[in-house]
């Protein structure tokens, strides 16, 4: 783990530069054993190859990782068998992973992104919470980028319905940005949720790191919701990962004469998903994901070869009023010409036996002096 460590740390060494010196050298430990003229020949920066070269972060891992679990976080490595899955599938995953919190329970969870705009609409912010809170009180867990706006909403409602959510940093899991966050962070590991990060300890929120954060969040998700979103909104970039990583991307629309709008209005022009309800997500997760959530759909056709029981009459009805309701239908509606030629009845008495139907709430009146059964 120590030498994983120490690549990560190595200036210069994102995960793609990573790729290409695990797959040229078959491990860190291979890489730091590297000839010069090796390295070199990868065309490398010659930054980057001199600290390789003198290993200056060999040492500072160790510490690295004692200075993590006194925070009481944990370090996973990409050889790790706690690795996240998904996370691994994607083309060059961080090599490592900075988490916090029940990041075990999380991982092994079913996981869709939540995402959008920081400046949102009380529209964008009302249906971020709505939808989290949906999914994870079944047992979706919520990821997010802890960002301002929709990525703080999404959070918030998954913590309403008690379920678990994945907060993306990208700054070290030993700060947090923007820092009115400090609180939402503390309440996501107290109620069981993770805090994630590829950084280092003390990296900080500079603008380079939130393209690799939004990296993770479509890597752990089955699939990425964009709640709101501008033409030149951050989280079209995270819809574009999504689908370089084959995820499910999906949308919910929004005004059209809204500039928060124009991404996911955008997004759905262009095919990503519409969502309305929480039901619109689950059916783009894999089946045997979907099938856990979902109740099952109801076999039709056998279903109308089973016999009906009699259906009861409600008590307390007169003549009348007995033989109009056993002639309406909860499926159809029928008119009043055909309920008077099938009753038997005169006009008076049909009129007087609906009225009091109606206001027994047994039947439904419907335009054009069409009747029904209520359910």
Not at 43 to 65: C, D, Q, V, W
Not at 178 to 203: H, Y
């Amino acid at each position: 783990m120590k030498t994983w460590i120490a690549l990560n740390m190595t200036p210069g060494v994102g995960p793609a530069v990573a790729a290409k010196l695990i797959a040229r050298f078959g491990s860190p430990d291979g890489v730091f054993q590297a000839r010069r003229a090796e390295l070199e020949s990868l065309r490398i920066k010659p930054e980057t190859i001199e600290s390789l070269m003198r290993r200056e972060f060999a040492e500072k891992a160790l510490e690295e990782y004692e200075n993590v679990k006194r925070l009481g976080g944990d370090i996973l490595v990409l050889d790790d068998g706690s690795y996240p899955t998904l996370l691994r599938e994607i083309a060059d995953p961080p090599i490592t992973l900075y988490v916090k919190g029940d990041w075990r329970a999380c991982f092994d969870a079913p996981c869709v992104g939540v995402i959008g705009s920081r400046m949102c609409s009380t529209y964008g912010k009302n249906a971020s919470e709505m939808l989290a809170r949906d999914l994870a009180s079944r047992g979706i867990c919520i990821v997010s980028g802890l960002a301002r706006g929709i990525d703080t909403a999404a959070h918030r409602g998954a913590l309403e319905a008690g379920g678990r959510t994945i907060a993306v940093m990208g700054t070290g899991i030993d700060s947090v940005y923007p820092k009115e966050n400090k609180k939402l962070v503390d309440e996501i590991v107290e109620k069981g949720g993770a805090v994630v990060s590829q950084f280092p300890l003390g990296t900080p929120p500079i603008p380079e790191n939130f393209p690799y954060r939004n990296r993770i969040i479509s890597g752990l998700s089955y699939g990425v919701l964009i709640v709101e979103a501008s033409e030149r909104s951050g989280s079209l970039i995270t819809a574009r990962l999504a689908m370089e990583q084959n995820r499910e991307v999906m949308a919910v629309p929004g005004n059209i004469t809204s500039g928060k709008s124009f991404g996911t209005n955008y997004l759905i022009k262009a095919g990503a998903k519409l969502v309305q309800q929480w039901q619109d997500v689950v059916a783009e997760l894999p089946s045997e994901v979907a099938a856990e959530i979902l109740p099952p759909k109801i076999d039709e056709e056998s279903t109308s070869k089973k016999v009906k029981q009699p259906e009861l009459m409600p008590a307390g009805l007169n003549t009348n009023e007995g033989h109009l309701w056993g002639l309406l239908s909860t499926d159809e509606e029928t008119h009043i010409d055909t309920l008077l030629e099938k009753s038997g009845l005169s006009f008076g008495d049909l009129n007087a036996a609906l009225v009091s139907l109606d206001i027994r709430d047994l039947i439904r009146v419907l335009p054009g002096k069409f009747y029904a059964r209520r359910a």
